[in-house]
């Protein structure tokens, strides 16, 4: 008995001294890096996360040192082997710690530094790999190799000194060498191709004169389409989109997503699948009956109480204002939107039609209409609706500092069940952007009407000598050239939408001329990748801007993987 006793407590002593390590970021760096305040651990009492080791932390250009915290645990040294990697040496320079490349963890809670300094004669972003190399049981011949990935943003001297850099610059330099190695990849293909192609030709002489003729055609009409060029995908980004962890079951990889067949009408569509079935037919909520839809809306003026101008347009103006309203005992706050004394006639036929887009709808990410004051038929119109505390959307990420990651696909996920919901009740948005968002505390928000957004935003429309105001570089490449509106061009302008939360409000296709968008987009251009957005969010947003619509993922299938990724990511912080 005393044996067995004797060998428990030698048993718990050695597993109490065996070697242990905490290793992780502190929550001011990871706030810096991730703009979240708390502790990223890599290795936790001894046991590694290896779903921290497997995230690529964007290192900002004005970030230029890293500091780690760790211990050796329970009073036991432990002996490490540290190496950082670079991608890119004429971009960065030899990256300096300052601790010893061997040595010993410190027993006490310690903290040291890797110092990242860009050489300023590049634009571009270095792959940085810091391995840690530790043993973590009682075998110090069994070593744990801990990968560190960091991903750094350098720019060129000339370009800090401007204040900035074009994220398509960066996009363009960074993506060069890529270009120049498919190039040649495919120049070889084509080579093999046309050999193989002559030797069946030659073969096939061998038969008689009218099979060899048209054998030859058959095989080099086979030939012709299997070296074809996929365009339908931007920047020839084609494969699975998966996010680590994530199973195919829960439909994380967007390239395996398929559509049904969508509708071809521009605002209506009923088709005829191989089956026999119709597909949904699509409508237009701007044109269908005002009447209807101002019948228990119509409230009189005396009942708004304009206050101060939120927004002014050419013609039409945004109010804060007071809203008396019969079911309320008290005034409440809201926004109205309403025209000049001096707008047309079409103009204020336009702002009822397309601010009562939305009327008659309920749901927790779409704004409400609350009322209408269309009498007397002389008088300006004014559509009321709840007031937001942070107003239009794309205001706001204007004059917002910064979003972090988890924050912007949160956006994107409320914007997605707004769609959702209209799609289900058979109706299309046509016009999906930021612009047309609001936004509340928490950043809650609802998708709204394009009531006045062309006279508030007219650096967003254009008229392509047709007098019709059109959002053309949020409308997908069918709509652009042929005017054809379906639950797949919505996707490709949530995609934009999510470019613009992405970098805060910046205009997508700054530099290109509207009359060019079409020619444009069938070469295949896209928007180039935002610095510090994660390479799985900027795949969802390309596979949403594929040429041929049935290709796009569907608005459900979006939520799916933003959710899942959003899943992912928290189990990082």
Avoid at 338 to 351: G, I, K, L
Avoid at 372 to 398: D, T
Avoid at 455 to 460: E, G, K, M, V
Wanted: net charge neutral; glycine share 6%; hydrophobic share 40%.
């Amino acid at each position: 008995m005393r044996c067995w006793l004797l060998l428990v407590v030698i048993m718990a002593t050695l597993r109490q001294v065996e070697p242990s390590l905490d290793l992780y970021v502190d929550s001011q760096d990871v706030k810096q890096l991730l703009g979240v305040s708390s502790q990223l651990w890599y290795v936790h009492n001894g046991t590694v996360n290896k779903y921290a080791l497997g995230y690529v932390v964007v290192v900002p250009p004005q970030v230029n040192s890293l500091t780690f915290c760790w211990q050796a645990l329970h009073g036991k040294t432990m002996p490490y082997s540290l190496d950082v990697h670079i991608g890119n040496h004429e971009a960065l320079s030899k990256p300096v710690y300052n601790i010893s490349d061997r040595g010993l963890v410190p027993t006490r809670p310690a903290a040291w530094t890797l110092r990242l300094a860009c050489t300023g004669k590049l634009t571009t972003q270095v792959d940085v790999t810091i391995t840690l190399q530790v043993p973590m049981n009682t075998s110090l011949a069994d070593i744990t190799t801990l990968a560190i990935l960091r991903k750094k943003i350098c720019l060129r001297d000339s370009e800090v000194e401007a204040g900035g850099v074009s994220v398509e610059m960066v996009e363009a330099r960074h993506s060069t060498t890529v270009v120049y190695i498919t190039l040649a990849c495919l120049a070889l293909f084509l080579v093999v191709v046309v050999v193989l192609a002559i030797v069946n030709h030659i073969n096939s002489n061998k038969t008689t004169g009218r099979r060899r003729t048209g054998s030859s055609q058959r095989s080099t009409s086979g030939n012709q389409s299997s070296v074809a060029v996929r365009q339908d995908v931007p920047n020839n980004q084609r494969g699975n989109i998966d996010i680590g962890g994530i199973g195919k079951t829960s439909h994380s990889s967007l390239s395996e997503m398929r559509r049904s067949p969508q509708p071809t009408n521009t605002t209506t569509a009923t088709t005829t699948t191989t089956t026999g079935s119709p597909e949904p037919q699509y409508t237009d909520p701007r044109q269908s009956d005002i009447s209807a839809k101002l019948t228990g809306l119509s409230v009189s003026r005396d009942c708004v109480q304009l206050l101060e101008v939120d927004q002014e347009g050419t013609f039409g103006r945004v109010y804060h204002a007071l809203y008396h309203s019969t079911d309320q005992p008290h005034p409440v706050t809201v926004t109205v939107k309403t025209v000049t004394d001096a707008s047309s006639e079409v103009q204020r036929s336009v702002v009822v039609s397309e601010g009562l887009m939305l009327a008659g709808l309920s749901h927790e990410h779409l704004l409400a209409v609350l009322g209408a004051v269309v009498a007397p038929p002389e008088s300006p119109p004014c559509i009321i609706f709840p007031a937001s505390s942070q107003g239009n959307l794309k205001r706001f990420l204007q004059g917002c500092h910064t979003l972090v990651t988890r924050e912007v696909v949160s956006v994107g996920v409320q914007v997605l069940q707004a769609l959702a919901f209209l799609h289900s009740r058979l109706l299309l948005h046509k016009d999906v952007a930021t612009r047309n968002c609001v936004v509340d505390e928490g950043l809650q928000v609802r998708l709204t009407d394009c009531a006045l957004a062309r006279d508030l935003y007219p650096a967003d429309y254009h008229c392509l000598g047709d007098n019709e105001n059109r959002p053309i570089k949020w409308l997908a490449l069918e709509s652009l050239a042929h005017k054809v509106f379906t639950p797949a061009s919505d996707v490709w302008s949530w995609g934009v939408l999510l470019w613009e939360v992405m970098t805060l409000g910046q205009q997508p296709y700054a530099e290109i001329d509207p009359f060019e968008m079409s020619a444009v987009l069938r070469q295949g251009v896209r928007l180039a990748q935002p610095i510090n957005c994660p390479d799985e969010l900027f795949k969802a947003m390309t596979f949403c801007w594929t040429t041929a619509p049935r290709e796009r993922p569907t608005v459900e299938e979006l939520i799916i993987y933003l959710t899942n990724f959003q899943q992912h990511l928290d189990r990082y912080v």
